[in-house]
C-alpha cells in the first residue's frame, strides 16, 4: 500500500503556525513511507477564497522545502462532486430541508432549554414544501451504525450517530460546504491518512459515513492536539504567526521542521539541520493528547544552534558580498539569525567606532601596534599578538585582551579574535591600533 497524506487548506488566508504544523506533518509521514504528499487547495468556497492566498500557501510549503508530489483544486473537480452528489441522493442519502437560519436556530433553543442535544430533527414524512424556497441539502446518517474508528493520536474513538445532526453538505444556492467535497476527494485520491487538528473529530465522524455510504473505505484519522501560546492558553496571536513572520524575525525554515515536527510529542526537540532523522523517528504514537505548546522564545533559542551549524553553502546567496568560508566559520557561532551577519561583517570591512579607552589602555594598544607590525601574519597572528604582548607588558586575561578587541573591532564582545584578525587583516589591523 502506498500510504497518500494531503494537507488541504482553505485558501481563506494565509498559512499560520498551526497549519505549517499539519502540512509538516502529512509531509513527513509520506516521506516515512515513501509514500506520497498532495497538496489539495479546499477552495469551495468560491467568495473567500483568494488566488493571491493559492500562491502564498504555495510559496510557503516551498521555503519549508515540504514539496507536494501533486497538486488538486477543489473548484476544478465540481463535475466529480456533483455525480456524487445525486447518487448519493438516489440512495436516499442526501435529502432536501427547507427551514431557515432562524427556524433552526428556534429549534436548538427549544432542546437546549429542555436540557436535550441540539441535534437536528428530521422533518416527519409528507410535510409540506414550503413554497417558493431553493432547498439546501443535508446528509442522511445511518443511525443504527456506530461510528468507531482508531486514531493514531487519540486512540478507540467511538460515536453514538444518533447524537449527532445529518450534516448540511449543500447550500441552497448549491455551492458546497466543505464536508462532502473533502471525503469525495479523500476517496477518489486514495488518501491513506488523513492528519489533521482535533477540532476536526466530530467532522471525521459524519464522514466515516459518508465513506461508507460511497462504498468505500476510510482511510486511518490522525487527529492531533492544537497548539498554544507560551502561556498554556489557545492564542489569537498564533493564528496569525505564518510564514512572513518568521522570516521577517530571522528563523530558519528548518528550524521551524525541527521544532514543529517535535513539540507535543515524547521526543525531545533537537537542533537538527537535516529532517531526515526527524523523518525516521516520526511516530503518531509518541504524540500526546495535551495541547502542544509553542513557545517563540524557544523557537529563536533552537535557531541560534541550527545557524551554529549551517554550511557556508547553504547560506552563500544570503552573505554580504566577499565573505568566504573561513568569514563565515569565525562569525557563524556569534550569530542567533543570519542576517546578523552584516553587522558583524560590517566589523570586518570597517569602519568602526573607535573605543573609549584609558591612558593606561592608549600605551598598551600603541605597545601592540608596534607588536603586530613586525608579526608574521601568515599563521594565527591573533596569538602571536597576544604572546609577544603578555611577555611584553606582563598583562593577562582581560586587561590584555579586552583593549586589544575594543580596539580592533570597536565592541567589548563577538567572534573568537583568533579567527576575526585574520578577515581584518594586517594593514587595517595597523590602522585601528595606531
Ligand atoms: N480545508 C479544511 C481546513 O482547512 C481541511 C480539513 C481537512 O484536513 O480535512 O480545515
Avoid at 72 to 83: D, H, V
Avoid at 101 to 116: C, F, P, Q, S
Avoid at 224 to 246: C, M, P, Q, W, Y
Amino acid at each position: 500500500m502506498t500510504v497518500v497524506t494531503r494537507f488541504a487548506p482553505s485558501p481563506t488566508g494565509r498559512l499560520h503556525v498551526g497549519n505549517i504544523r499539519t502540512a509538516l506533518h502529512n509531509w513527513m509521514w509520506a516521506k516515512k513511507h515513501g509514500g506520497h504528499f498532495l497538496l489539495r487547495i479546499d477552495d469551495t468556497d468560491l467568495a473567500r477564497s483568494t488566488e493571491e492566498n493559492v500562491e502564498a500557501i504555495r510559496a510557503d510549503l516551498a521555503w519549508l522545502g515540504l514539496h507536494p508530489d501533486g497538486e488538486a483544486r477543489q473548484s476544478e473537480r465540481f463535475a466529480l462532486y456533483e455525480a456524487r452528489f445525486e447518487a448519493l441522493r438516489a440512495a436516499g442519502r442526501v435529502y432536501a430541508c427547507y427551514e431557515t437560519a432562524e427556524e433552526l436556530d428556534l429549534r436548538r433553543k427549544i432542546l437546549l432549554g429542555r436540557g436535550l442535544p441540539p441535534v437536528y430533527e428530521r422533518p416527519a414524512p409528507g410535510t409540506p414544501v414550503p413554497e417558493g424556497r431553493n432547498p439546501h441539502w443535508r446528509f442522511r446518517l445511518d443511525h443504527d451504525a456506530p461510528i468507531v474508528w482508531d486514531d493514531l493520536i487519540r486512540g478507540p474513538q467511538r460515536f453514538d450517530s444518533k447524537l449527532l445532526s445529518d450534516p448540511v453538505i449543500r447550500r441552497a444556492d448549491g455551492s458546497w460546504l466543505y464536508m462532502l467535497p473533502s471525503a469525495i476527494d479523500d476517496l477518489d485520491m486514495g488518501v491513506t491518512h488523513v492528519v489533521r487538528g482535533e477540532d476536526h473529530v466530530s467532522n471525521t465522524a459524519t464522514q466515516i459515513q459518508m465513506f461508507a455510504a460511497m462504498g468505500g473505505t476510510a482511510p486511518a484519522f490522525v487527529h492531533e492536539a492544537l497548539l498554544t501560546g507560551s502561556e498554556g492558553k489557545l492564542s489569537k496571536r498564533l493564528g496569525s504567526l505564518g510564514v512572513d513572520h518568521f522570516r521577517e524575525i530571522g528563523i530558519e525554515p528548518v528550524t521551524l521542521v525541527a521544532k514543529l515536527a517535535r513539540i507535543g510529542t515524547s521526543d525531545p526537540v533537537e537542533a537538527v539541520t537535516d529532517p531526515q532523522p526527524l523523518i525516521d523517528a516520526f511516530d503518531f504514537g509518541h504524540f500526546g493528547r495535551a495541547p502542544a505548546r509553542f513557545d517563540e522564545a524557544e523557537l529563536l533559542q533552537l535557531n541560534a544552534r541550527i545557524v551554529h551549524q549551517l554550511d557556508f553553502d547553504a547560506v552563500a546567496d544570503r552573505l554580504p558580498a566577499g565573505m568566504d568560508q573561513a568569514a563565515w566559520d569565525a562569525i557563524r557561532p556569534n550569530l542567533e539569525t543570519v542576517a546578523q551577519v552584516v553587522d558583524w561583517w560590517s566589523v570586518v570591512e570597517g569602519p568602526i567606532a573607535r573605543p573609549d579607552l584609558s591612558d593606561e589602555d592608549r600605551a598598551y594598544i600603541a605597545e601592540a601596534a608596534t607588536v603586530a607590525e613586525s608579526l608574521d601574519w601568515s599563521v594565527d597572528p591573533w596569538h602571536a599578538l597576544t604572546a609577544a604582548l603578555k611577555e611584553k607588558t606582563g598583562r593577562k586575561g582581560k586587561p590584555l585582551f579586552l583593549p586589544l578587541r575594543q580596539a580592533l573591532t570597536g565592541r567589548d564582545h563577538g567572534p573568537d579574535m583568533a579567527a576575526l584578525l585574520p578577515l581584518i587583516g594586517k594593514a587595517q589591523a595597523l590602522e585601528r591600533l595606531g
